[in-house]
């Protein structure tokens, strides 16, 4: 963690705000921190697609298999080591006062970290979702959220904001969210809004009765961060998004980040980024690189204004089981300390 003032890399941390709200759920409550509008950030989820613990860590040994650290402390009830599918939920309230729900992500372990989450933050509806991305552990919990929407139960719709690129994966693997027609059983399916946007723009969050605002009572605006992310079958950069909600950058998938983005990190004075393990990885920074990549932006900040914004924070997220928790974060501690 870094402390204010000085810009560091961290493994989010329990510490810095309410208790954890379920095995899968860390929760950073910092809001003057991050933004005006942000009230708190709460991490669903932190960890890679496979999840931690990984079978092959915790099922009776293969002859000669090292013993994985971060693996038997994740089995442990509330380990920090224990990780679900990236995944995030961020409250914040304009000049209405109105708090409003964003969730980055909706992976296969949404599901039970977003109860206890929302139980323990006392929040009820779903303003918005956007997607990064139509990989699995960025989407399969889309089918969940009819436990939102069935029946009216708790709001009509949750609608949605991806590009089309993630909206044609989740067409391909949910046919019927997308077109009612095709449910089968007794039809009833989560309703879902989808909203197509242009990761060269900026857009605003539909709040029902107009957009979202922010503290000045404007409309608030919602920067996509396109990156790469590894490559497709056929070679090609896979496309993949991260965020901007006002001074905090989420950007939870990503194996390079051009030029052009770069430059919207600026003023940035919380960075949530992709950590992926301590090699490098074909569709993941790796530790070192999300290091890099921090201090880059802490640079950036840096240039020219003197009393501009500051990157005060960086959390590492996509965690995969070479990266222990508590080694992990007094190492970067130490790398802080000595900056």
Same mark, same amino acid.
């Not at 599918?85 to 729900?101: F, K, P, Q």
């Not at 077109?179 to 007794?186: L, P, R, V």
């Given at each position: 963690?870094?402390?204010?003032?000085?810009?560091?890399?961290?493994?989010?941390?329990?510490?810095?705000?309410?208790?954890?709200?379920?095995?899968?759920?860390?929760?950073?409550?910092?809001?003057?921190?991050?933004?005006? #509008?942000?009230?708190?950030?709460?991490?669903?989820? =932190?960890?890679?697609?496979?999840?931690?613990?990984?079978?092959?860590?915790?099922?009776?040994?293969?002859?000669?298999?090292?013993?994985?650290?971060?693996?038997?402390?994740?089995?442990?009830?509330?380990?920090?080591?224990?990780?679900?599918?990236?995944?995030?939920?961020?409250?914040?309230?304009?000049?209405?006062?109105?708090?409003?729900?964003?969730?980055?992500?909706?992976? &296969?372990?949404? !599901?039970?970290?977003?109860?206890?989450?929302?139980?323990?933050?006392?929040?009820?509806?779903?303003?918005?979702?956007?997607? =990064?991305?139509?990989?699995?552990?960025?989407?399969?919990?889309?089918?969940?959220?009819?436990? #939102?929407?069935?029946?009216?139960?708790? @709001?009509?719709?949750?609608?949605?904001?991806?590009?089309?690129?993630?909206?044609?994966?989740?067409?391909?693997?949910?046919? !019927?969210?997308?077109?009612?027609? /095709?449910?089968?059983?007794?039809?009833?399916?989560?309703?879902?809004?989808?909203?197509?946007?242009?990761?060269?723009? &900026?857009?605003?969050?539909?709040?029902? /009765?107009?957009?979202?605002?922010?503290?000045?009572?404007?409309?608030?605006?919602?920067?996509?961060?396109?990156?790469?992310?590894?490559? =497709?079958?056929?070679?090609?950069?896979?496309?993949?998004?991260?965020?901007?909600?006002?001074?905090?950058?989420?950007?939870?998938?990503?194996?390079?980040? &051009?030029?052009?983005?770069?430059?919207?990190?600026?003023?940035?004075?919380?960075?949530?980024?992709?950590?992926?393990?301590?090699?490098?990885?074909?569709?993941?920074?790796?530790?070192? @690189?999300?290091?890099?990549?921090?201090?880059?932006?802490?640079?950036?900040?840096?240039?020219?204004?003197?009393?501009?914004?500051?990157?005060?924070?960086?959390?590492?997220?996509?965690?995969?089981?070479?990266?222990?928790?508590?080694? =992990?974060?007094?190492?970067?501690?130490?790398?802080?300390?000595?900056?």
């Amino acid at each position: 963690m870094a402390s204010p003032g000085r810009a560091g890399p961290s493994t989010p941390r329990q510490d810095l705000g309410d208790d954890v709200a379920a095995p899968t759920s860390e929760s950073l409550v910092h809001a003057p921190l991050i933004d005006p #509008w942000i009230r708190k950030v709460v991490f669903l989820g =932190t960890g890679t697609s496979g999840q931690i613990p990984a079978a092959p860590c915790v099922l009776p040994k293969a002859q000669g298999r090292k013993r994985c650290e971060a693996c038997a402390d994740a089995i442990r009830p509330g380990s920090k080591n224990r990780r679900g599918c990236c995944s995030a939920m961020v409250i914040g309230a304009g000049l209405d006062g109105v708090e409003h729900v964003i969730l980055i992500d909706c992976g &296969p372990t949404f !599901y039970e970290s977003a109860l206890n989450a929302f139980r323990q933050h006392k929040q009820r509806r779903i303003t918005a979702l956007l997607l =990064t991305h139509a990989h699995a552990d960025a989407m399969l919990g889309l089918d969940s959220l009819r436990a #939102w929407t069935m029946r009216g139960a708790i @709001q009509q719709q949750i609608d949605v904001y991806c590009t089309q690129e993630a909206f044609e994966g989740v067409q391909n693997t949910f046919p !019927y969210l997308v077109d009612e027609s /095709k449910a089968t059983g007794d039809g009833s399916v989560g309703a879902l809004k989808f909203h197509l946007i242009d990761p060269a723009r &900026p857009f605003e969050i539909d709040a029902g /009765k107009g957009p979202i605002q922010d503290v000045s009572g404007k409309a608030l605006l919602i920067e996509p961060l396109l990156v790469e992310h590894g490559l =497709t079958s056929e070679g090609a950069s896979f496309p993949c998004l991260g965020f901007r909600i006002g001074s905090l950058a989420y950007i939870s998938d990503v194996s390079s980040i &051009p030029p052009s983005t770069r430059s919207k990190l600026k003023g940035a004075r919380v960075l949530v980024i992709d950590s992926l393990s301590p090699r490098r990885h074909i569709s993941h920074y790796s530790l070192a @690189q999300a290091v890099e990549e921090s201090l880059r932006v802490a640079a950036l900040n840096a240039e020219g204004e003197q009393d501009g914004p500051r990157l005060e924070l960086a959390l590492l997220t996509d965690l995969a089981h070479g990266l222990e928790h508590h080694s =992990t974060d007094q190492a970067l501690l130490s790398f802080v300390a000595g900056l």
